[in-house]
């Protein structure tokens, strides 16, 4: 579990295939390798990907097809910058909001309208994922937790502060570049539960002493 507030502006190392559908991706973060181990969690663009190896500050992890197919992340190339985080600990404060590292979607940079103090970011999502995108709620994009300003159809928009902009990816991502989209889960699981309540449910009466 992470909480979409950014620690680290990492850098893609090297990108290597393993197999037919799978790559080992090497990333130089010192911040977040400082304490990490082989099995711990670190989410890359909103990605959760569990640590092979450490070493001298850079940590590999593998990514398989379905990752590939569901992120952004088999766009990746040697030098790339990439938002790194470590699994939220308990008792920490929980500056953004409950992120999984479970991508649902990839979305697309569709505007950018700048600001002295800030700037209007507008993306395009899957119209599969809009139902659970509401003003004011909760987003993840590229694994930075962010509160959606506006939201239509197909797209939505969310405003970047100086410091999200000056240390996350959010700040280069340029007009039609891919993003990686994490909707709120308990959005996800309040569809699941009224979805599967029955309608037509009797009434419960008084029990019989």
Not at 15 to 27: F, G, K, M, R
Not at 82 to 94: F, P, T, Y
Not at 161 to 170: H, K, Q, R, V
Request: glycine share 12%; with cysteine; aromatic share 4%.
């Amino acid at each position: 579990m992470f909480t979409g507030i950014v620690e680290e502006l990492g850098e893609v190392v090297g990108v290597t295939p393993t197999a037919q559908d799978s790559v080992l991706v090497a990333v130089r973060g010192p911040l977040v390798t400082s304490d990490a181990r082989h099995g711990d969690s670190i989410a890359v663009n909103g990605v959760c990907l569990t640590v092979v190896d450490v070493d001298g500050g850079v940590f590999t992890a593998d990514v398989m097809g379905e990752t590939l197919r569901r992120s952004a992340l088999g766009a990746l190339r040697a030098g790339d910058p990439v938002n790194l985080e470590r699994a939220a600990a308990l008792g920490s404060r929980l500056g953004g909001h409950l992120v999984q590292g479970h991508v649902d979607g990839v979305g697309e940079v569709l505007a950018r309208d700048p600001a002295p103090r800030w700037e209007t970011v507008r993306f395009r999502l899957p119209v599969a994922l809009s139902r659970y995108v509401v003003e004011k709620g909760s987003i993840t994009i590229d694994g930075v937790s962010l509160t959606v300003a506006e939201v239509g159809d197909d797209w939505f928009s969310v405003g970047l502060i100086p410091t999200t902009l000056a240390l996350t990816t959010l700040g280069t991502r340029a007009v039609g570049d891919p993003v990686n989209l994490e909707m709120d889960v308990l959005a996800k699981y309040v569809e699941r539960l009224l979805g599967a309540r029955p309608t037509d449910a009797p009434v419960p009466g008084p029990v019989a002493s």
